[in-house]
């Protein structure tokens, strides 16, 4: 992966943005966390917030004029979060501040003139930093203009603890002092000659000129002074004085003072908050004068949403799995590949995104967690890291799907050019041959110039599994298949081809199949659905492709069916089988397909044939729509199981001797097995649960009786029987009953046994 491809990819995900509260507060206090503190009752963490924030926390939470309140989401559904009266409860309910720790001394003086809330708070921050600090005030006591307030608005006792920070930290007070200038000079640099820095507070003083409101530097350098706008709002006096107290710490070090500061002071936050299904509640008020108990400020606290956006989790049980959001997986899966080499569960991360594009179509940034993982997975291919386990079984599939055993590319009896050539996909033609057969007899009665027919699967598989090289050989071969065809137009009934095809192959003409459908030109009737009422699944492969989405509910408009739509448009799930989840974290998968069979109760319609079978699967009744089109092997195709692995193999090479038997009347040479396997039910469940395929016991059984290299138990009968294929060994239990043999059990490992 490549390092400035990352940082870009952790740029984009928003969710660590601080909320509008926070960037809403000049001085950033994290109000989403303080709130989350009163919601737990925990008032001293909450106070500790505001502390860590600001120079005189206890001051401020009773009287700052509390600019974040107006930034609030809460407010679009309710009031606004009664942020200072939050605070304020942190104040009274809260006990005391921590003490603060005593810096390390520097050799550097720092003069404030001024003891206003600016002036002292400069006064405590430089000292926080070691600096040696005199603070001059005109008159007779610090923060003079905040005595006169009541008790209630502000405790005398807040102001004398607050302004204990001074002693603790060594300040020297002078009240009833004029800052004083070198005796003839009235020049603000001949201040210097007693200090390194100055900073006028800006409430009486004569300031000199200030050069710039992000540093509050003058013209004179050294000389810091802030605006009379303080006067007007407490926070923005103490913000004066913590960007003085920057400014002066910058210039004493030889810093810049410009530099890094753009995110100072109050600005808009870029935290995505979707507030539209909140449930709109008023603020908790209290007795005109009082401030909240206990209980009612935890009551609004509650009220608090709180702001997040993790859009994409809240729709995607693959992000939801991990606990956390993109911007940390992008950085884990960063980790796992450059740093620690691939461990098993990052490996597994990595490898358990459906790359179904959801995230994408939710997140307000565009984000796209497909493209993270795929990037992991080719570069962990390229570079060997990637463990032979992860997609093994898959691409073994694919191949087959590549082999003799499928593969055909024929004119229609007749003809010598095709003008259109029907591509099923590897996928229909695994689960329901019968209707490949019956679509393509369709077409060739319907559609004039010689109807071809292409059985070869896109390489979406190696797509998924990051391997570039196998993807690549595909999509040649299949190329190849197309331009001997006489490059006619492509029909396919397979979304994956569509999509695979239209991205990477782009010079081939391709359409859906469902609009070249009629069934008014068929001349049997299809078996009556269950109910005409049908919820549409689509598959994500075609995620928002129009083209194919309307044109299949054409189809079923064609077909009058009552269609029950599941999400927005573009929004569809996937089944668990995209980007090969289903064989890497085949629980995940299945959670994944689960969570889209709740969504309704009704029968599903969907146009993918793998979608339909991992709904039967999880026990969902779900029809292809060419169940609606086509006389089908089962008189209610909803109930139709899963055939799983073994059977989908089967069925594409049963597929192909079929179409080359009926359509071309050629024989195939079909083998006959040379022994007959009795599997049970659950044998057969486990096998397909541990994707081990029939034909690999068989192999297994065959090797064994073949050379006798077998172990035999004299107590059970029972043979043990291993072979090793590729990378794989499997282990098989049989034993025998007349002239069947009976499988009892079966596993694989993949480590080689000398
Ligand atoms: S709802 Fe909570 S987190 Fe969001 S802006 Fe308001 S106080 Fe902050
Ligand atoms: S499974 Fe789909 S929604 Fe979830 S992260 Fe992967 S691409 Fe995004
Ligand atoms: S939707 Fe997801 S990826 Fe996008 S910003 Fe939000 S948390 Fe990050």
Request: charged fraction near 20%; hydrophobic fraction near 35%; proline fraction near 6%.
């Amino acid at each position: 992966m490549d390092r400035e491809q990352v940082r870009r990819w952790e740029t984009q995900c928003i969710q660590e943005q601080p909320p509008a509260c926070a960037t809403g507060c000049p001085l950033h206090v994290d109000a989403r966390q303080l709130v989350e503190c009163v919601t737990r009752g925990d008032f001293k963490a909450g106070l500790a917030i505001i502390a860590g924030a600001v120079p005189l926390p206890l001051i401020l939470a009773h009287i700052c004029d509390h600019p974040c309140q107006a930034q609030c989401r809460r407010c679009e559904a309710g009031d606004a979060i009664e942020i200072n009266a939050l605070e304020r409860a942190c104040a009274g309910f809260g006990g005391t501040i921590a003490s603060m720790r005593i810096p390390s001394p520097k050799s550097h003086k720092v003069l404030i003139a001024g003891g206003e809330l600016s002036g002292v708070s400069a006064a405590i921050l430089l000292a926080q930093k070691g600096y040696e600090v005199e603070l001059f005030e005109s008159g007779p006591t610090l923060l003079g203009s905040l005595r006169s307030l009541g008790e209630t608005q502000l405790p005398k006792q807040a102001i004398t603890a607050d302004l204990d920070a001074l002693s603790f930290l060594g300040v020297t007070v002078r009240c009833n002092t004029a800052l004083p200038f070198p005796a003839g000079s009235a020049e603000p640099e001949s201040l210097l000659r007693a200090c390194d820095a100055v900073y006028f507070e800006g409430r009486v003083w004569p300031l000199p000129d200030t050069g710039s409101s992000l540093t509050l530097a003058t013209l004179h350098a050294g000389i810091f002074a802030g605006s009379t706008l303080q006067q007007q709002s407490p926070i923005r006096a103490v913000y004066e004085g913590s960007v003085a107290a920057i400014s002066v710490d910058r210039f004493l070090q030889g810093a810049s003072l410009e530099a890094g500061r753009d995110n100072q002071g109050a600005y808009a936050s870029r935290l995505y908050v979707n507030t539209k299904r909140l449930t709109a509640f008023p603020a908790v008020r209290t007795t005109e004068g009082t401030s909240y108990t206990k209980d009612e400020a935890q009551q609004e606290a509650k009220r608090c949403i709180p702001c997040q956006c993790l859009e994409c989790v809240k729709v995607c049980e693959y992000l939801e799995e991990y606990g956390a959001y993109p911007k940390r997986y992008v950085r884990q899966i960063y980790n796992n590949e450059c740093i620690v080499m691939g461990v098993r569960n990052g490996n597994r991360m990595v490898n358990s995104c459906s790359l179904c594009g959801l995230c994408t179509e939710v997140c307000p940034e565009n984000f796209s967690m497909a493209d993270v993982c795929l990037d992991a997975r080719q570069s962990m291919v390229r570079k060997g890291k990637m463990p032979p386990s992860a997609h093994d079984f898959a691409l073994r599939d694919m191949a087959f799907s590549q082999s003799d055993a499928f593969t055909l590319a024929r004119h229609q009896p007749g003809f010598q050019s095709s003008q259109t050539a029907f591509l099923p996909g590897c996928q229909l033609s695994a689960s329901s041959p019968q209707q490949v057969a019956a679509c393509y007899e369709h077409l060739r009665t319907t559609m004039p110039g010689g109807v071809g027919l292409i059985l070869q699967c896109c390489g979406a598989p190696a797509r998924w599994a990051g391997d570039e090289e196998k993807f690549q050989a595909a999509l040649s071969a299949l190329d190849a298949a197309w331009s001997s065809m006489g490059r006619p137009r492509l029909i396919t009934a397979c979304s994956s081809c569509f999509k695979t095809l239209n991205e990477h192959l782009p010079h081939i003409p391709i359409e859906p199949l469902w609009p070249h459908l009629d069934p008014a030109l068929l001349a049997k009737t299809p078996p009556e659905p269950a109910s005409r009422t049908l919820a549409i699944h689509d598959p994500c492969s075609t995620r928002g492709v129009r083209q194919v989405e309307d044109s299949a509910r054409a189809l079923l408009g064609r077909l009058g069916i009552d269609v029950v739509e599941l999400n927005e448009p573009g929004l569809t799930t996937c089944c668990g089988y995209g980007g090969l989840t289903l064989f890497v974290n085949p629980a995940l998968a299945d959670k994944t397909v689960t969570r889209r069979a709740q969504q309704s109760d009704v029968d599903f319609v969907t146009y993918c044939a793998m979608c339909r079978d991992r709904f039967a699967h999880q026990g969902k009744r779900a029809i292809h729509v060419l169940d609606l089109v086509f006389a089908n092997v089962s008189s209610d195709p909803a109930a139709r199981r899963d055939p799983g692995f073994s059977e989908r193999r089967d069925n594409r090479a049963r597929l192909k001797a079929q179409l080359l038997r009926e359509v071309w009347g050629e024989e195939g040479n079909a083998v006959e097995p040379s022994i007959k396997l009795q599997i049970s039910e659950d044998t057969r469940l486990l096998l397909e649960k541990r994707m081990i395929l029939i034909e690999d016991v068989r192999r297994t059984i065959e090797y064994a009786e073949s050379t006798g290299d077998k172990l035999e138990s004299s107590t059970t009968g029972q043979s043990l029987a291993s072979f090793r294929s590729g990378c794989v060994t499997y282990w098989v239990e049989y034993s025998r009953l007349g002239d069947e043999l009976v499988v009892h059990d079966a596993y694989f490992h993949r480590m080689e046994v000398r």
